[in-house]
């Protein structure tokens, strides 16, 4: 196990992170990211000033969304949107429409935005948004009600060159053109950049609805190869099958990786020859959930975690290794597609067993890469050709991978720690150079 995980860590504001912090911070996404934050941020010897801007939201907004159902009855949703950080650029983060939405949530993945750009070194910072709502029990015309209304009361956050969403958890392409269409017809001219992950008829960028699980499958390999691992043959265990796992899981097979379980909200399939991924992938887009797929045996979502194999890529939501199953995991590789799927008590647990994790700013970064590619096209009028897009992806996740693995082995940190602190300094240089406005 590294320092970072066995000591104590002394934050610059003086308070001790004691063994109370990290059971909080499995249940509190932002009180986990912050535990990570804390503890770069000692190594870094942040100056307490920068600790403390860093350390809060630039803004927290929280709006009422009410709509007309098709009944005619009049429903009120509640919406958020989290600006973290601005120093590097606007702010660039997901919308997620979900009843689990909360603020602390929003701004614990509006954080993890502003590192994950600097981890990648692309110029933007950090913000998400939600709306508490099940849009499965929403008709497509309410689901775009909320859309809208939504998009209005943040009319004077967003914009291309302040605040530019993107599709998160159950939202997509769709709901990004209605979120672009109401923000032009707000400003009366057509504002493509204002949203990415667009389709590509209003502006969106080729290879952006494959970038996250292309980034997964780069910083794979990468790990493979640096662990001295074979990338041919090497078994690996998916849990999530949406847009990212699905992705992943197809590019890592392409690899000559064998896919041994998948699984989603209903549970998984196991094949120790390897599922099928391209007929797996059918059988969801036909029954909605993989469960009953015959392509192999029937497994929970819990023994996948624990199976046997090289790698193991959680793809779905926050908080799904935490101190009941880290010591069950099994896999020499972690690679985290989903946003802040282990937990920091989680962390000590995979570091004394030795699991390389390649933490999710750096793991799923892909997204906001080609998210980023397509704002600079939008900007430009200038579209560019899907290899083009690939290429750029490879060339800056395979760098930013060398990038922090530079850090880890120059302070003797785990990946995760790493990766903070390369971020942390990135932001913080920046805020060195302007100074601050009084």
Request: with cysteine; proline share 4%; charged share 25%.
């Amino acid at each position: 196990m590294s320092d970072v995980d066995t000591q104590i860590v002394q934050p610059p504001s003086g308070r001790v992170l004691d063994d109370k912090d990290l059971h909080f911070s499995e249940g509190n996404p932002f009180e986990a990211m912050m535990t990570r934050f804390d503890a770069a941020a000692q190594l870094l010897d942040l100056d307490p000033g920068l600790y403390k801007v860093l350390r809060q939201p630039d803004k927290q907004i929280i709006v009422s969304v009410p709509i007309q159902m098709d009944t005619g009855d009049v429903e009120v949703f509640t919406g958020y949107r989290v600006i973290h950080n601005v120093s590097r650029g606007p702010a660039k983060g997901g919308i997620r429409f979900d009843l689990n939405v909360t603020l602390d949530e929003v701004k614990a993945l509006a954080a993890w935005m502003t590192w994950k750009c600097a981890v990648v070194n692309i110029p933007f910072g950090g913000a998400k948004g939600g709306v508490i709502c099940d849009p499965a029990q929403l008709s497509d015309t309410e689901l775009e009600r909320v859309t809208r209304r939504y998009t209005a009361a943040l009319i004077e956050t967003l914009g291309p060159e302040s605040d530019i969403p993107a599709p998160d958890v159950n939202t997509n392409e769709r709901v990004m053109a209605w979120i672009m269409d109401t923000y032009s017809m707000h400003k009366r001219s057509n504002v493509m950049g204002v949203v990415t992950g667009k389709p590509i008829e209003v502006g969106g960028s080729l290879g952006r609805r494959e970038a996250t699980g292309r980034g997964c499958m780069i910083v794979t390999r990468e790990a493979l190869r640096h662990l001295g691992l074979p990338v041919r043959g090497s078994r690996v265990a998916i849990q999530g099958f949406g847009n990212v796992g699905s992705v992943a899981a197809r590019l890592l097979e392409q690899e000559g990786l064998t896919v041994v379980a998948v699984s989603d909200a209903s549970g998984g399939v196991y094949n120790e020859n390897g599922v099928f991924i391209d007929d797996a992938i059918q059988w969801v887009r036909e029954h909605r959930y993989i469960q009953g797929y015959p392509g192999g045996d029937a497994i929970t979502n819990e023994e996948l975690m624990s199976l046997d194999v090289d790698v193991l890529l959680p793809a779905a939501v926050e908080n799904a290794i935490t101190s009941k199953n880290a010591a069950k995991v099994r896999a020499r590789v972690i690679c985290e597609g989903a946003n802040g799927p282990t937990t920091a008590r989680a962390d000590a647990i995979l570091a004394e067993k030795g699991v390389f994790v390649v933490p999710d700013i750096l793991a799923n970064a892909g997204g906001v890469t080609v998210s980023y590619f397509e704002w600079v096209q939008n900007r430009s009028g200038y579209f560019w050709e899907e290899d083009s897009v690939i290429e750029r992806l490879h060339t800056i996740t395979s760098r930013s991978f060398q990038d922090v693995l530079n850090v880890a082995q120059r302070h003797k940190v785990n990946m995760r720690t790493a990766a903070y602190m390369l971020a942390i300094e990135r932001v913080a240089a920046v805020h060195r150079i302007r100074g601050m406005y009084a």
